[in-house]
C-alpha cells in the first residue's frame, strides 16, 4: 500500500496534578488522560521525491517544519534513512476537527498518527513501545495518543501505566474558537505563583507521582464509578487559566448548574472546558442550552464520548 489513512482521536484531561520541578527543566506530572471520539482525519502517502508536505486547510495549523506532524516525519526519516531513501517523502493531509490550541493534544495527536502511518508505509514493523519512544522525543503527550484509552501519565506525561477500559461516558466539550492559552505560559505563571509549594526532593516527587495509582480517581475507574470520577477530577492549572480568562470561568460555571452533568473541569493548560455527562440526551440538551446562553458564533460546542483506543487506520 502506497497510502493510509488514519484517525487520531483527542484526549482530555480527567486530573492533571503538578508536583514540582524536574532537573531537564520541565514539571514532575500526575496526570489521567482519556481519549475521546472527536478526532482529525491524516491521510499519508509516498511521494517520489524526497520531500515532507503538509496539506491542511485550518488557519490556525502551520504547514511548515513548526508542524507536529511534519516533525514526526523529519524523525522518521532521520531515524530510518534506508526506508527513506527506498520509499521516499511523504505527503500528509490533515483534516481538522480537533480545535487548535486547545489542551486536546491535536498536534500531538496528528504527530502519533504520522508515526504510525510511516511505520505501515515503510513496512518497519515497529511496536507500539517503539513508536511511544519515539513519540516522546517529539512531545510529552505523543506517546500517550500512539495507543491511548484510559491512562495515568506521569514524569513530563510520557511514562504510561494504561488502567482498564472505561464504558462509555458522554461528553460536552466548548471552546473559543479566537481564544488560544499557551502551554508555556500557563506553566511559567504556575511556577511563579505556587512554586514554593513544589516538593523538592527526587524521593518525595517520585512518591507523590506514584500516589496516584492508588488515588481515590483511580480507585472510582477501577469501579467504573463515572459520579465518583466526575468528583475526583483535578487540573492544578484551572489556577492560572480561570482568573486569567473569565470566558473560561464562565463555561466552567454555566456547565456545573446544567441537569445531567456529573462534573466539569478544563482541559490539560485550556481554554477547552468540558462535562462529563449522565446520558448522550442530556448531554445534547447541555449543548443547547449553553448555545442558547451565549449565543456568540465564536463558542465552539461538540458531543463526543470516551473511547479506548488511540491511532486506527480507516
Ligand atoms: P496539548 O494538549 O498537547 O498541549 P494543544 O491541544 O493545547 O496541545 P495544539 O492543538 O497541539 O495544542 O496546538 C498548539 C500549537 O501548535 C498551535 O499554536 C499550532 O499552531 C501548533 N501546531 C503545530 N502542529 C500542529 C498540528 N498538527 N495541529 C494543530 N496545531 C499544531
Same mark, same amino acid.
Given at each position: 500500500?502506497?497510502?493510509?489513512?488514519?484517525?487520531?482521536?483527542?484526549?482530555?484531561?480527567?486530573?492533571?496534578?503538578?508536583?514540582?520541578?524536574?532537573? $531537564?527543566?520541565?514539571?514532575?506530572?500526575?496526570?489521567?488522560? #482519556?481519549?475521546?471520539?472527536?478526532? $482529525?482525519?491524516?491521510?499519508?502517502?509516498?511521494?517520489?521525491?524526497?520531500?515532507?508536505?503538509?496539506?491542511?486547510?485550518?488557519?490556525?495549523? %502551520?504547514? $511548515?517544519?513548526?508542524?507536529?506532524?511534519?516533525?514526526?516525519?523529519?524523525?522518521?526519516?532521520?531515524?530510518?534513512?534506508?526506508?527513506?531513501?527506498?520509499?521516499?517523502?511523504?505527503?500528509?493531509?490533515?483534516?481538522?476537527?480537533?480545535?487548535?490550541?486547545?489542551?486536546?493534544?491535536?498536534?500531538?495527536?496528528?504527530?502519533?498518527?504520522?508515526?504510525?502511518?510511516?511505520?505501515?508505509?515503510?513496512?518497519? !514493523?515497529?511496536?507500539?513501545?517503539?513508536?511511544?519512544?519515539?513519540?516522546?522525543?517529539?512531545?510529552?503527550?505523543?506517546?500517550?495518543?500512539?495507543?491511548?484509552?484510559?491512562?495515568?501519565?506521569?514524569?513530563? !506525561?510520557? #511514562?504510561?501505566?494504561?488502567?482498564?477500559?472505561?464504558?462509555?461516558?458522554?461528553?460536552?466539550?466548548?471552546?473559543?474558537?479566537?481564544?488560544?492559552?499557551?502551554?508555556?505560559?500557563?506553566?511559567?505563571?504556575?511556577? #511563579?505563583?505556587?512554586?514554593?509549594?513544589?516538593?523538592?526532593?527526587?524521593?518525595?516527587?517520585?512518591?507523590?507521582?506514584?500516589?496516584?495509582?492508588? !488515588?481515590?480517581?483511580?480507585?472510582?475507574?477501577?469501579?467504573?464509578?463515572?459520579?465518583?470520577?466526575?468528583?475526583?477530577?483535578?487540573?492544578?492549572?484551572?489556577?492560572?487559566?480561570? %482568573?486569567?480568562?473569565?470566558?473560561?470561568?464562565?463555561?466552567?460555571?454555566?456547565?456545573?448548574?446544567?441537569?445531567?452533568?456529573?462534573?466539569?473541569?478544563?482541559?490539560?493548560?485550556?481554554?477547552?472546558?468540558?462535562?462529563?455527562?449522565?446520558?448522550?440526551?442530556?448531554?445534547?440538551?447541555?449543548?443547547?442550552?449553553?448555545?442558547?446562553?451565549?449565543?456568540?458564533?465564536?463558542?465552539?460546542?461538540?458531543?463526543?464520548?470516551?473511547?479506548?483506543?488511540?491511532?486506527?487506520?480507516?
Amino acid at each position: 500500500m502506497h497510502s493510509y489513512t488514519l484517525i487520531a482521536p483527542a484526549k482530555i484531561n480527567l486530573y492533571l496534578e503538578i508536583i514540582g520541578d524536574r532537573p $531537564d527543566g520541565y514539571h514532575e506530572l500526575a496526570m489521567i488522560l #482519556q481519549s475521546i471520539a472527536l478526532a $482529525d482525519q491524516i491521510d499519508i502517502c509516498s511521494i517520489s521525491t524526497d520531500i515532507i508536505r503538509i496539506n491542511c486547510k485550518h488557519p490556525q495549523v %502551520p504547514l $511548515d517544519k513548526s508542524n507536529l506532524a511534519y516533525r514526526a516525519a523529519e524523525l522518521m526519516a532521520k531515524k530510518f534513512p534506508d526506508a527513506f531513501a527506498q520509499y521516499g517523502g511523504v505527503e500528509i493531509t490533515v483534516k481538522k476537527n480537533i480545535p487548535v490550541a486547545a489542551g486536546l493534544a491535536g498536534g500531538s495527536t496528528n504527530a502519533a498518527a504520522v508515526l504510525v502511518g510511516i511505520d505501515l508505509l515503510w513496512n518497519l !514493523g515497529l511496536t507500539k513501545s517503539e513508536l511511544e519512544e519515539l513519540g516522546a522525543i517529539l512531545g510529552s503527550d505523543v506517546p500517550f495518543c500512539v495507543s491511548g484509552g484510559t491512562v495515568i501519565a506521569t514524569a513530563r !506525561g510520557e #511514562q504510561l501505566s494504561p488502567l482498564p477500559s472505561l464504558d462509555t461516558i458522554y461528553i460536552v466539550l466548548a471552546k473559543y474558537r479566537s481564544l488560544e492559552v499557551s502551554t508555556a505560559w500557563a506553566y511559567t505563571n504556575y511556577r #511563579q505563583q505556587f512554586g514554593s509549594s513544589y516538593l523538592r526532593d527526587t524521593e518525595n516527587l517520585a512518591a507523590r507521582a506514584a500516589a496516584v495509582h492508588s !488515588g481515590e480517581i483511580v480507585q472510582a475507574i477501577l469501579k467504573q464509578n463515572p459520579v465518583t470520577i466526575a468528583q475526583k477530577m483535578h487540573n492544578d492549572l484551572e489556577r492560572v487559566v480561570l %482568573p486569567a480568562y473569565p470566558q473560561v470561568l464562565q463555561l466552567r460555571e454555566l456547565f456545573a448548574t446544567g441537569e445531567g452533568v456529573l462534573g466539569t473541569m478544563m482541559s490539560g493548560s485550556g481554554p477547552t472546558v468540558f462535562a462529563l455527562m449522565e446520558s448522550e440526551q442530556q448531554a445534547q440538551a447541555l449543548k443547547q442550552q449553553v448555545r442558547a446562553a451565549i449565543p456568540d458564533e465564536d463558542l465552539e460546542l461538540f458531543v463526543t464520548r470516551t473511547i479506548t483506543h488511540g491511532i486506527q487506520v480507516a
